[in-house]
């Protein structure tokens, strides 16, 4: 499988099985996953991974009863593995303001970053393990934490200013189940409408 096939072939999957992950499955996903660039080799995203009792746990975090009893995606609360890839700020700042680096005055404070690269490589972190879930022939689905991330942070003992990107849940799709997001008809833009050759 090549990149461009799993660009293609990558869906939101919201439904999965109960059937669980062969063991070390996620470990060489995330393994992986790493490799993706980060802003001065900080190599400053980590990697919460939830499985059974812990996922259980996450949900309990962040989908109230109440909530959940109205649920539209039951099936994605059955993944059997959770990953959220933290980016630390600490280590970035750290980083720029080694003697390479400083001349970037980034090296005081996170508060200095105009982009949050934390954040950007996270994020690079999160497209690379959906591509690595696709080409494993696993389902998997980008949710975003929003107001729970604060929570998770606690509940899961994440270190004071890591920043989650998001949640990805990884496991075998249940196509049974499946149900389309009402996003998915919105189709792609073509690409002459978003490639601006030389000038805006």
């Known amino acids: 499988m090549t990149v461009a096939d799993a660009l293609r072939d990558r869906r939101s999957c919201r439904s999965f099985t109960d059937q669980p992950l062969a063991p070390g499955v996620v470990d060489g996903l995330v393994d992986r996953a790493r490799r993706t660039p980060t802003a001065g080799n900080c190599q400053g995203v980590e990697f919460l991974v939830l499985e059974s ?28 593995a959770l990953v ?28 200095d970053w105009s982009v949050p690269y ?10 690379a393990l ?7 022939g696993l389902g998997c689905c980008f949710f975003g934490l ?3 991330e604060a929570a998770v942070a606690e509940r899961f003992g994440a270190p004071d200013g890591a920043r989650a990107v998001g949640t990805i849940a990884i496991g075998h799709p249940d196509p049974s189940a499946f149900r389309p997001s009402g996003s998915v008809d919105r189709g792609r833009r ?11």
């Open 53 to 80: 009792g812990e996922a259980a746990a996450y949900w309990d975090t962040t989908l109230s009863a109440d909530r959940r009893a109205d649920f539209p995606w039951p099936g994605l609360l059955v993944a059997p």
């Open 84 to 111: 959220v890839p933290w980016g630390v700020p600490d280590r970035y700042v750290a980083r720029y303001a080694e003697a390479d680096k400083v001349r970037t005055g980034l090296g005081e404070s996170a508060g």
């Open 118 to 127: 934390w954040l950007t490589d996270a994020a690079f972190a999160a497209m």
């Open 130 to 136: 959906q591509l690595l879930a696709v080409e494993e």
């Open 146 to 148: 929003f107001d729970h």
């Open 190 to 200: 073509p690409l002459d409408e978003i490639l601006h050759r030389g000038m805006w």
